[in-house]
């Protein structure tokens, strides 16, 4: 069975300076694997290689999602064939309706894909009872992307994009950060829901508490550019109680 | 002796001389306008055509991009009528009241003046002028050289009032349309009268044929009396060679509103100066302005504003989307006289380059002579965000549809000044239409 996602040593920099070191990752369907690391391990780095962001230079390695080569298309395209990263830092875009950005960015993958477009009030009816599930006020539907949301309201409008958009494959880039204890497991919930046999999960975060909330199957410990370990869920504990600092010695 | 030093005329300021020479006399009016034309055309034969050095005019240079004057175009005929009669359709569908401007000529057989309001008066300028009303002299744009060659030429338009009290629900769409394949001159001249606590919305398109290179000068003249408004909207849509150059002059009395839209996407070389006096005292204007270039285009704004009474407010937002090698102008000043104390006037232009190539170029002013006012300006030009960009296309958005959303949003906050729905939504289109012809 070809896996999802099959990352082979890949390198990567950015401005020169080199960040992800020859990193192996092979997740399968129906898996949900979390990276930890400390500061500056090249965790965003590795979301972003992933989701296509501009900037980064590719120096070695390949990445194969579902067997085609991932880094040849463009954020779009990579989008399209079902890969999301939910946002650390989501971006705000004044002007720009939230429902105008959820229906848009559904009827071009869906374009993409070869399927049919789907009429707004279709697209309304099914944001809706997403947002329902997330808490998300219908109102906030119609104000400009992101503009004047809180970190938790942010974090769940990331939340129904993914719901929305059925992603094969989620990213979630420190989902945690800036969430208070309530708003974390709004979004842990959503993100359980979206749970599934065909769909897989890359987990990044610093702290363990989210894992609290999204159990992974599989924990990986990223330093220095690479992955230098590999545990089940015990690992995050282990780490909680005894730092990254053996990591990063491990690594240089 | 003449011992004045004059730079070597133009072939284009000798065409205009010849021009105004030949078609003086045949121009509607009797003796006193005559002398009023010959004025200002004498106005206009001492500036020359403006260049760069002229600081009203320091980023379009009349002097090398008008190459020649061209022949005022003849009174449209049957073919004309025929070309001219679906002209305005950005605004296909609406209930207006359509005008019909054809090549510089009011045509009262394709406009719509039928059931006109009680205190509504339509009139072709032409008819005023054999009449001798004195509707020529501007009194803001006297001295520009641009506004001064309208004085001279222009031989017809509309001139519309609206008697005290009326509010005139059904909007106002004057058509402005260049037919024809042989490139010719059109001097236009309307005017409007707004009288005490009437209202008015004025609508106004130019279009004309791609590819030939025919000129449009039009002036309108507004006077808007004590608490009336206006609403006032303008699409410059014109054909790719076109030269349009247009003056409006507005005289804005005490607690009236005017509000004034500015669309512009067509034309070679379009110039729009405004005119604005906040003559009496709680009077409000607003100004928003929307011009999307590409191409080689080179599109204008320049706003002159003054506050002249005291407690009037002022609002200005000027934005450009700028691709290719086109040049956006904003150059905007504000006056303030000493008897405008608690002015409170707000100017912002912003210019969104879409290419290495593009210009846009932003010239604020502030005078300020009253110590008790709140005013400022700012401006920001800048390329598309490409970490907005990026955010989009990671949800499957194509790189051309997430720019046009971008430049959807930056636009918008323009668009949504204006007040009816139904222009609204017709602005959209027409923004949307814009983009698409980028993709």
Redesign the interface.
């Known amino acids: 069975m070809t896996a999802l996602l099959e990352i082979r040593g890949l390198k990567a920099e950015i401005d020169g300076r080199q960040i992800l070191n020859g990193l192996d990752l092979t997740v399968n369907k129906g898996e949900i694997h979390a990276i930890m690391g400390p500061n500056g391990a090249g965790k965003s780095t590795l979301s972003y290689v992933l989701?296509?962001?501009?900037g980064y230079e590719i120096t070695g390695g390949e990445v194969l999602f579902n067997g085609e080569d991932l880094l040849a298309m463009?954020?779009?395209e990579?989008?399209?064939k079902g890969l999301f990263?939910a946002?650390q830092y989501?971006?705000e875009?004044?002007?720009?309706a939230t429902l105008?950005?959820l229906r848009?960015?559904?009827n071009?993958?869906r374009r993409?894909r070869g399927e049919e477009e789907l009429s707004s009030p279709d697209v309304l009816k099914r944001v809706r009872e997403l947002a329902k599930q997330l808490n998300i006020d219908p109102e906030m539907l119609k104000r400009?992307l992101n503009v004047g949301f809180s970190g938790g309201e942010k974090k769940r409008n990331e939340t129904l994009?993914m719901a929305l958009?059925e992603p094969k494959l989620c990213v979630l880039d420190e989902t945690d950060s800036g969430l208070d204890i309530d708003a974390l497991r709004i979004v842990a919930d959503g993100v359980n829901r979206l749970r599934a046999s065909d769909r897989g999960m890359i987990v990044i975060t610093h702290y363990q508490r989210l894992l609290d909330y999204i159990v992974p199957d599989v924990v990986h410990v990223l330093s220095a550019g690479r992955i230098v370990k590999t545990g089940g869920k015990e690992l995050a504990l282990e780490l909680e109680a005894t730092g990254y600092a053996q990591y990063q010695n491990e690594a240089a | 002796m003449n011992a004045e030093i004059r730079p070597v005329k133009t072939a284009a300021e000798i065409g205009f001389a010849d021009l105004f020479a030949a078609v003086r006399q045949s121009l509607p009016g009797g003796r006193d306008i005559e002398a009023v034309r010959r004025d200002a055309f004498d106005r206009f034969v001492a500036q020359g055509l403006p260049n760069s050095r002229v600081e009203a005019w320091k980023y379009t240079d009349l002097r090398r991009l008008v190459r020649d004057a061209k022949a005022l175009a003849p009174r449209p005929d049957a073919d004309a009528w025929t070309a001219a009669r679906n002209a305005g359709a950005v605004f296909a569908g609406l209930d207006l009241r359509r005008l019909l401007i054809v090549d510089g000529a009011f045509v009262p057989e394709l406009s719509d003046l039928a059931g006109l309001e009680s205190g509504v008066r339509i009139r072709a300028t032409a008819e005023a002028l054999s009449a001798d009303e004195m509707v020529l002299p501007l009194e803001m744009a006297g001295t520009d050289p641009a506004a001064a060659l309208n004085t001279a030429l222009a031989a017809d338009g509309v001139v519309i009032t609206v008697a005290a009290d009326v509010a005139v629900e059904r909007p106002i769409h004057l058509v402005f349309v260049t037919t024809g394949t042989v490139p010719a001159a059109m001097f236009t001249r309307s005017r409007l009268e707004l009288g005490s606590a009437a209202a008015l919305t004025l609508v106004e398109t130019h279009e004309g044929p791609d590819q030939s290179d025919y000129q449009v000068n039009a002036a309108l003249q507004i006077n808007i009396a004590d608490k009336a408004r206006l609403d006032h909207i303008k699409i410059t849509g014109e054909g790719t060679a076109a030269l349009h150059i247009a003056t409006l002059e507005a005289s804005i009395g005490a607690g009236a509103d005017y509000r004034d839209f500015g669309f512009a996407a067509g034309g070679a070389v379009v110039r729009n100066q405004i005119f604005l006096k906040l003559a009496g005292e709680g009077t409000t204007a607003s100004v928003h302005q929307a011009s999307l270039l590409s191409g080689r285009q080179h599109a204008d704004t320049t706003l002159v504003l003054d506050h002249v009474a005291a407690g009037s407010q002022s609002r200005e937002v000027f934005k450009a989307v700028v691709d290719d090698e086109a040049r956006a102008v904003f150059q905007g000043r504000i006056t303030v006289r000493p008897g405008a104390q608690q002015t409170d006037a707000r100017m912002m232009a912003r210019a969104l380059l879409l290419s290495d190539e593009a210009v846009a170029n932003c010239k604020p002013e502030l005078e300020i002579f009253a110590d008790d006012v709140q005013c400022g300006h700012g401006t920001t030009t800048g390329a598309l965000d490409d970490q907005l960009k990026f955010y989009l296309m990671a949800r499957g958005i194509p790189e051309k549809e997430a720019e046009a959303l971008l430049i959807q949003a930056f636009i918008g906050e323009v668009i949504d000044a204006v007040v009816r729905e139904d222009l609204r939504e017709a602005l959209s289109r027409a923004m949307f239409a814009w983009l698409k012809g980028r993709e």
């Open positions: 989701s296509g962001k501009p463009d954020p779009d990579r989008a399209a990263l946002f989501p971006l875009i004044p002007g720009v105008t950005f848009t960015a559904l071009a993958q993409k400009p994009q958009l």
